[in-house]
């Protein structure tokens, strides 16, 4: 779970790092900041499948953890 937090904050950087290119009319084709988009984003479409199959589990042990009555979702 932790790995998928930090390959989305990944992936917001590189964007902002993108639209800082384009506002600023920098140059875009070619750069490095759109192969690490790419690759950043075809990482979190592989561990999707896998959020899915752990969802059940996460919202078992939250279940089980919180006081009856105080968990939300």
Do not use: N
Not at 28 to 42: A, E, Q
Not at 45 to 56: A, M, N, Q, S, V
């Amino acid at each position: 779970m932790e790995a998928r937090y930090h390959l989305l904050l990944q992936y917001c950087i590189d964007l902002v790092y993108y639209l800082l290119l384009k506002t600023d009319g920098g140059h875009v084709v070619g750069s490095p900041v759109i192969d690490d988009l790419i690759r950043v984003r075809t990482y979190v479409e592989k561990i999707r499948p896998l959020d899915k199959k752990l969802k059940y589990q996460i919202d078992k042990l939250l279940r089980t953890a919180a006081p009856e009555g105080q968990l939300t979702t």
